[in-house]
């Protein structure tokens, strides 16, 4: 009889060891998803923040093109008036 209590015993020890780990590591698993979330937003802010950076980008870029293209033609303009002064002067 104090054999099958003894063993009744260990089982329950050994059935709240791994619920204590269980917890335990609910409890981990939980602290970092709200961690990561409270730190970093959810996912939808972030890709809407990503969506918005990638069209100012765009924006960007295409009013870098313009103004190279303006200051590529402000310059032809210059050259070809520099080019008609010193012909002018040269007669």
């Known amino acids: 009889m104090t054999q099958v209590g003894h063993e009744a015993e260990e089982v329950k020890d050994v059935v709240w060891t791994y619920t204590g780990w ?3 590591l609910l409890i981990c698993v939980g602290a970092g998803v709200f961690i990561g979330y409270t730190m970093w937003g959810s996912a939808a802010t972030l890709k ?28 032809a303009d210059k050259d070809a008036c520099q080019k008609q002064l010193a012909g002018g002067s040269a007669h």
């Open 22 to 24: 269980a917890v335990i």
């Open 48 to 75: 809407r923040d990503l969506d918005q950076s990638v069209a100012m980008i765009g924006t960007l870029k295409n009013e870098r093109e313009t103004l190279k293209s303006q200051i590529a033609r402000a310059n």
